[in-house]
């Protein structure tokens, strides 16, 4: 699964500014539709693969959020590899399946003051073709300072298929998941930013963990309508064997409440 990893991201909240899309919730009756565009560029595999990875969000009420969700963006909090939802190369040209993965996801803003936090979780069929199926559990985080802010979101996705081998080895790995990003709101319309955090399996984290680095724009249309986009090194450095600046990508997304 971290071999897949490798465009991993910089955004997990649309931006810091109520213009450029939603927050930790929506509010009641509105819905929000993101669609991603994933592209590999790690070293002799760019273009492979390119997938789109639709998440459709609704507000049941002004605290609580449900969602549909393809993107590894939705799932993990960071902006992860190619492949998710509508894989468009097949599988010559990276694609587990032309559709691999889904999931369904519930946030529930929780009163904090300053700090914007909503707990939640879902289910997540993070490989159909493998037959891998897992639980969520996480946080959304932000703290913001003028035109500064701070998002974290923790996550842990607890395997719940497929856990073991004949031999024992394992197969559906129980993840953690910490992405960390600062923005900065240069003017009303526009957001920058930069990120990292920490990833990996539970099991053998100390040799597995990866840490990645990666810068996003965002441009708000208007207070429905955002686009933006982000180049990462997915696991630039990390206990795993493979880090480096060889491993990175690309995504380009929009983003439109109704």
Same mark, same amino acid.
């Given at each position: 699964m971290l071999r897949s990893l490798v465009i991993a #991201? %910089?955004?997990? *909240?649309? %931006? !810091?500014? #109520?213009?450029?899309?939603?927050?930790l919730t929506l509010p009641k009756g509105k819905i929000n539709v993101a669609v991603n565009a994933e592209l590999e560029?790690?070293?002799?595999?760019?273009a492979k693969p390119l997938s789109l990875s639709p998440d459709v969000s609704y507000g049941i009420t002004d605290a609580l959020t449900v969602a549909l969700v393809h993107s590894r963006y939705? *799932? *993990?909090?960071?902006? !992860?590899?190619a492949g998710g939802g509508l894989c468009l190369t097949g599988t010559d040209g990276g694609c587990v399946a032309a559709y691999n993965n889904v999931g369904v996801?519930?946030?529930?803003r929780v009163p904090s003051g300053t700090l914007a936090v909503a707990a939640g979780g879902g289910l997540? #069929? *993070?490989?159909?073709?493998?037959?891998f199926y897992a639980a969520k559990l996480g946080l959304k985080a932000r703290y913001t300072s003028g035109l500064l802010a701070v998002n974290a979101l923790p996550s842990v996705l607890v395997a719940m298929t497929e856990r073991e081998d004949a031999t024992g080895a394992r197969l559906n790995q129980d993840?953690?998941?910490?992405p960390v990003q600062l923005t900065y709101r240069a003017v009303d319309a526009v957001t920058v930013g930069v990120g990292s955090?920490?990833?990996?399996?539970?099991s053998g984290f100390g040799d597995a963990w990866q840490v990645p680095l990666g810068f996003m724009g965002l441009y708000a249309i208007d207070s429905a309508l955002a686009v933006g986009a982000s180049f990462t090194f997915g696991q630039i450095v990390g206990g795993a064997d493979a880090t480096g600046v060889d491993y990175r990508g690309a995504q380009a997304w929009v983003s439109y409440t109704m």
């Open positions: #991201a %910089v955004v997990f *909240t649309p %931006v !810091a500014s #109520a213009l450029a899309g939603p927050g560029l790690s070293v002799d595999k760019v939705a *799932t *993990t909090g960071f902006r !992860a590899a996801e519930g946030w529930h997540h #069929a *993070t490989n159909l073709d493998a037959g993840t953690l998941w910490v955090g920490i990833k990996g399996p539970l």
